[in-house]
Structures are given as structure tokens and as C-alpha cells.
């Protein structure tokens, strides 16, 4: 499977091996600009100031990440538990997405993460 963030504010989640969408995630407000896997069947998106937790199997949001001051542009799964995300502020945080704390906010950068 794949999944795909869209303009439309919604995250297709495709079934590669017939190229038809399995589930059409919907709760954020506005475009979706980056996804990544996490264990145990999830998905990272990122929007507007936000990053949210999906369970792929029930298509319900898990957890709703809050910290960043302007839009989520890029994240990573680290593979240890947390993740990365980048913004427009500058910044990278770390979240626990067991628990949805961040562990770690990054601020070196001049221009968006």
C-alpha cells in the first residue's frame, strides 16, 4: 500500500496491486503536505500547523500534534518510536507518537525545514 496527501486536504491510502484507493482519510483543513509510515500500520500527515497520527486500519486520527508555529512541510520516521517534523517556522521537532509529546524542538535553520 501507499499513501498519497493531497491539495484537497484529504490522504489516500492505494492498494498497489490493483490500483484502486482503499480509504480516503479526511480531518484535515487544509492541503496536506507531507506523509510518512509509521509502525504498526499508521500514517504521519502534515498540514497547515498540525501533524496527525491515523490509524490506517480503522481510518480514524489517532492523536492531533500541536508546536509548530506555521505549516508542516516535511517528516521522517526515525524508527526508534518518534518522529521528525519540519516547518516553515525553522524548526524541527521530535514527537513521541506513542505518547504525542514533542522531545525536542531543532532551531538552527535560517530558512523552512
Known sequence: RVA???????????NIG?????????????????????????????????VKIWNTGSGQCEQTLTGHSEEVLSLCALGDGRMASGSQDKTIKIWNTVTGQCD??????RKWV
Open 4 to 14: 498519497s496527501g493531497s491539495r484537497d486536504n484529504t490522504i489516500k491510502v492505494w
Open 18 to 50: 490493483t490500483g484502486q484507493c482503499d480509504q480516503t482519510l479526511t480531518s484535515h483543513n487544509e492541503a496536506v503536505n507531507a506523509l510518512c509510515y509509521l509502525a504498526y500500520g499508521r500514517v504521519a500527515s502534515g498540514s497547515a500547523k498540525t
Open 104 to 109: 525536542l524542538t531543532l532551531t538552527d535553520h
